[in-house]
């Protein structure tokens, strides 16, 4: 009588030995390769300051986009919006908004303990994600320093 | 044979899960100073800058 034990690899279902190897892959690569999670940067504790921030922030957001679009105000490389044609209203709400952004920015570098080039990083993301969401006709200014109005 | 490879390579296996450990040796009564460079991930950055972004214009659209 042939026992579980005499039963060779080769003796087995193909699904079956196809389903064993697929795990064994798997495993493999759980191993070998580090799991491919981005960092979790986030606010850790929400203070009153922060949460002022971002109230102010969304209230003033329908003005800032009207004058985006209006050409007087751009986003800038280092994640901060620039007067561009010296408007009184637009001097003012820039001035605001940048306010404002630099209470984040600086809140994200002390509370996830960038190190001392973390404000330098955090500014390029949010500038590099402000670049991306511009639409087309505001203006942006490029890595290397160039303003540009965005076409698409 | 066949056992003593399977062996050798459960063992190296192991050796790169476990990775390695580093023993600081001095004296004891000295303070000692650690430099460490942060390193950023940008990608997890930008990720939180879409979402807070995403927040204001929500927030700000209403």
Redesign the interface.
Known sequence: MKRDSDVKWMEVPAMKRMSGLMSLFFLAMLMAFPPCFAAQYDFKKMTPEINQALKNRQARYGNLQRLKQAGLIGENNQGYVTNLKSDPLAVSVASAENTDRGVIYRALVQQNTLGPNGMREVQRAFAEVQNEKASAGEFIQTASGDWIQKSS | MKKSKKMINVFI?LL??TGCTVKAVGDPNRPITIN???V??????????????D???Q???K
Not at chain 2, 40 to 53: M, S, Y
């Open positions: 296996a790169l899960v460490a460079n942060v950023v991930d940008i990608r997890g950055l930008k990720q939180t800058a879409t979402n807070i972004e927040m204001v214009a927030g700000g659209a």
